[in-house]
């Protein structure tokens, strides 16, 4: 098995903390999640979370005109330099200080940064590696509070900051005779959004508490007069040496200039750039809000000239400026609107709760949502893969239960009938139902096809379930009490209460059902004890195995024979359900070294003495069964082999110094002779004496503390059903790991004569055959891709029937990967399914080791038939609205020639009565000249 697995995705949560920023292109949206930032590209509806990783929270985010480059800056003002198409860091710079705001110019050439109550003027980084992409150009001065947002024009030559001390200031990044800084006052709290129109110096500030004030510049963009030394000549590449009377002529004339400009710069002293405040509104006047609310966050569209503003209380307004209309009202949610902004053409909004991690992406004129992601509110507890690997169910402390989709790593159900947290989440083995158990007493079954929760299962007496198993055939689910001692089984179909096993004498922390034919149900408990049951016969306990310490959970083996179990002293026990006693347990494994060393910031003993806490209290194995994967209360997450007793790979799940126990030593620069500063809470504003020392087994951080962070922990583990990639369940959102097979070069029985050129010449004298196996035994992508395209269709039949078992599951395994991304889709359906036609049976012989496989191979024929059946559907519908039109334009048609008909007869006979009078007529004329002949 492969264990190159590198980081890929991060699910359940979308939203931290810090401004959201758009794409240039303004189809994609960057959030920042806790020390990583994610891309949700709102074209395609999906989502990819960089691997690129911060010391800190990220709390700003900008990206350059052209889309290359992105400037990532943390709470402690270290800034990454990432490069978007290599989706690596370029380089590193720390500010040393908090940064509020940093935004590139229009032009891409600068970038301004707000640091403190200085503004930092720098030149923009190149596409590529350089010695040092961060050149400071100039610096401005003469703010007494933290600067925390600024404002381009649209040539790039003029900023506007905005400030905590209630003013802003408009700075010229170039010298011009006519503007240098000017302040701009009339607010009485801090500024929260400052910005320019559309290629105009009038500018707009906004305050804290909902004032706008326009200001009206009396000069135009283009008539500002930059700063020239109009020299005839000077030192240049090409001049060598200058003679003694043309350096005196340049000094003069340097002289003179000096005292031209000074003599300019006085006539002009009345001809500097002004502003007036040409008016002034009160946003918040429309909210009718009965508790006075505070704008924390705004941005304005220069192009549409409109204004999104986000309260406090979860409302956002929409105004068109400079008249102050309002557009639109309304409220997302109770929780502040801590980040918005508009995409390039104005038609999107982007909102952002940091309080629920929400984001949300809204088109205000059809009045629709583009995109609505919300992670957990709390931590999240639970995972579990679906059959096929293409969904994973997640449960959280909040009690919800999402589903999210592998392939896009977006959740596109919500299920909220739990009230407490989630303790338990499994699929059934159809795949169409997800059961989840709780601290609120109920075991409740949802439907995914109607979104519905179906079945609730419950006790005759309130208990706090613990866990929850499913067996395999989905006639029977258990879930074990959590203060009531007891593990209670109930029917799927009918949904009664079939068993209560009674036996354990504490909490019940683990139960699973093995997946045999007749499933043995297996339970640990802090019992310090592992028990087996036989829950179809109905004779209560069958085995009784002591263990050293206290039993944290089980999982059994795809085999069904063993299972392994994760106890407090930090040990991995495999025990044979066949055996009796101590015969039973097959060996041990010692994790005590593996989970790691670290020390919160509270702590006040050594990482070595906390070390003796730490256990694994998640288990999963792998799908041939041969290694197992563990995850607890560390920052580690360990594969083993199982009959080695050996550690095979360590994954560090985070570097995130936000957390707590990250570090393994304190920092020596905060320890004074009174103690740890990091004890005395930090809060300028109120002066009760607290502290921060947390109570006596309390992981999970305390949350009536103004400033906690939370420790760093895993509490769910799992491997998907096609063994490329797993999942964790940590302190700061589900983790995935996928195998990275895009550099690797892994053949199979390589000899000297197995070359590409050698293949390509088999292929080229038309031996499909053995083209295949040998491109099969290179185990080169392009190659097997080549070989394979241009084996004609007609041959599949012979070239599959000479492959041996081995080559035959490998290509099984190549033609699912190809179903999932190549456009040649047909062509490799004829493949996969001459493959299982011919060797089908061999295939259902070895089909338990060779499960990953067919799993792969089913995930990506149940994605490409749902993509397809929803475009048949479309194109079906789309038919039948153009011939519903062909038959009106026909039926419109006949009505217009029927009555053109008509007309045309009426012509008909009009035309014949003018005839005939016209032929009377001429019979009279003709008359009466014959008479008066």
């Not at 083995?429 to 109607?450: E, H, I, M, W, Y």
């Amino acid at each position: 098995m492969k264990f190159n697995f590198r980081f890929s995705n991060l699910l359940g949560t979308v939203y931290s903390k810090g401004n959201l920023t758009f794409t240039p292109d303004g189809d994609s949206i960057l959030s920042p999640v806790g020390n990583r930032i994610t891309i949700f590209d709102l074209k395609n509806n999906k989502s990819e979370t960089l691997p690129i990783e911060s010391q800190f929270n990220i709390t700003v985010t900008e990206i350059s005109p052209d889309g290359w480059l992105i400037l990532l800056v943390n709470e402690e003002g270290e800034c990454l330099l990432c490069n978007t198409r290599s989706k690596s860091i370029i380089h590193r710079f720390n500010f040393a200080r908090k940064v509020h705001a940093v935004k590139f110019s229009p032009d891409g050439k600068k970038f301004a940064v707000c640091k403190e109550n200085k503004v930092l003027l720098f030149h923009a980084p190149g596409k590529n590696k350089e010695f040092n992409p961060f050149v400071l150009i100039r610096t401005f001065y003469g703010a007494y509070d933290d600067n925390v947002c600024l404002d381009w024009t649209s040539d790039s030559k003029v900023l506007i900051v905005g400030s905590k001390d209630m003013s802003s200031r408009i700075y010229a990044t170039q010298g011009f005779k006519n503007l240098n800084c000017y302040v701009l006052g009339g607010h009485s709290e801090s500024i929260i959004g400052c910005f320019f129109e559309k290629d105009s110096l009038n500018a707009y500030t906004i305050g804290k508490n909902g004032r706008l004030n326009v200001w009206e510049s009396d000069t135009e963009l283009k008539n500002l007069i930059p700063k020239t030394h109009d020299l005839v000549e000077a030192i240049g590449p090409d001049s060598d040496e200058l003679s003694a009377n043309k350096t005196s002529e340049l000094e003069d004339e340097i002289e003179k200039n000096g005292i031209n400009e000074k003599m300019e710069d006085e006539d002009q002293g009345e001809n500097k750039v002004q502003f007036k405040k040409k008016s002034k509104f009160g946003i918040r006047d429309a909210l009718e809000a009965n508790v006075p609310v505070a704008l924390l966050s705004c941005d304005f569209h220069k192009g549409n000239r409109i204004l999104v503003s986000g309260f406090s209380n979860g409302s956002f307004l929409l105004h068109e400026l400079p008249s102050f209309n309002l557009i639109h009202s309304l409220n997302i949610s109770q929780h502040p609107v801590t980040s918005c902004l508009f995409n390039k053409t104005g038609d999107w909004i982007a909102l952002a709760c940091q309080g629920l991690g929400q984001l949300l992406v809204w088109e205000w004129q059809s009045e629709t949502y583009v995109l609505k992601q919300q992670g957990h509110f709390n931590n999240m507890s639970q995972l579990a893969y679906s059959p096929s690997g293409m969904y994973i169910a997640s449960g959280g402390e909040d009690g919800k239960v999402k589903i999210w989709n592998t392939l896009n790593g977006q959740c596109f159900v919500t299920f909220n009938e739990h009230n407490a947290p989630i303790t338990g989440i499994q699929f059934k083995s159809n795949g169409q139902v997800v059961c989840s158990a709780s601290l609120d007493g109920t075991v409740r079954a949802f439907d995914l096809n109607r979104y519905r929760n179906f079945r609730t299962f419950t006790t005759p007496q309130p208990v706090q379930f613990s866990c929850l198993s499913i067996d395999s055939s989905g006639e029977l689910i258990a879930a074990g009490g959590f203060d009531v001692f007891e593990i209670f089984v109930w029917s799927m179909q009918i949904g009664h209460l079939l068993q209560t096993l009674c036996g354990h004498e504490g909490p019940v922390s683990g139960i699973a059902f093995s997946p045999a034919v007749h499933p043995i149900l297996a339970s640990t408990s802090w019992d310090k004890t592992c028990r087996t049951w036989d829950v179809f016969e109905g004779k209560g306990s069958r085995e009784m195995y002591m263990l050293s310490s206290d039993a944290l959970t089980v999982c059994f083996k795809p085999d069904g024979k063993h299972v392994a179990v994760s106890t407090l002293d930090a040990q991995i026990v495999t025990i044979n359900i066949n055996e009796v006693d101590q015969q039973a347990i097959v060996n041990t494994i010692e994790c005590k070294h593996d989970l790691g060393y670290s020390r919160k910031d509270t702590d006040k003993v050594t990482a070595k003495k906390m070390h003796f806490g730490k256990s694994f209290k998640s288990l999963c194995y792998t799908i041939d069964g041969e290694y197992i994967i563990a995850g607890g209360k560390s920052k580690y997450i360990c594969i083993y082999n199982v009959k080695e007793e050996m550690l095979v790979r360590r994954f560090e799940i985070s570097q995130n110094k936000s957390f707590d126990g990250i570090d393994e030593f304190l920092d020596r620069r905060k320890m004074t002779e009174w103690g740890n500063l990091d004890l005395v809470e930090k809060n300028p504003d109120n002066e009760l004496d607290n502290n921060k020392i947390s109570l006596p087994g309390v992981v999970k951080g305390d949350y009536s503390s103004r400033v906690f962070k939370p420790e760093i922990q895993v509490s769910c583990v799992r491997f998907s059903p096609t063994a490329r990639s797993w999942s964790a369940c940590t302190t700061e959102g589900m983790l995935t790991y996928s195998l990275d097979t895009s550099l690797i070069f892994d053949p199979f029985d390589l000899d000297m004569d197995i070359t590409p050129r050698t293949i390509k010449s088999t292929l080229d004298n038309q031996d499909y055959s053995l083209a295949l196996m040998q491109a099969l035994r290179l185990n080169e992508d392009a190659l097997i891709t080549q070989v394979l395209e241009k084996t004609p269709h007609m041959t599949i039949d012979i070239v599959i029937d000479s492959l041996s078992d081995v080559y035959v599951d490998k290509l099984l395994a190549f033609v699912a990967n190809q179903i999932e991304k190549s456009a040649h889709l047909e062509f490799y359906l004829i493949w996969s399914q001459t493959v299982l036609y011919k060797h089908g049976n061999r295939i259902k012989q070895r089909a338990a080791t060779r499960l990953s496989i067919l799993c792969n191979l089913e995930k990506a024929l149940t994605k490409k038939s749902e993509d397809l059946g929803k475009i048949c559907d479309s194109n079906m519908y789309s038919i039948d609205y153009v011939l519903s039109l062909n038959k009106l334009k026909n039926k419109r048609k006949l009505e217009n020639g029927s009555q053109n008909g008509y007309n045309s007869d009426q012509d008909e006979e009009m035309q014949s009565e003018s005839d005939k009078e016209d032929n009377l007529d001429s019979l009279k004329t003709t008359k009466n000249k014959k008479l008066i002949n």
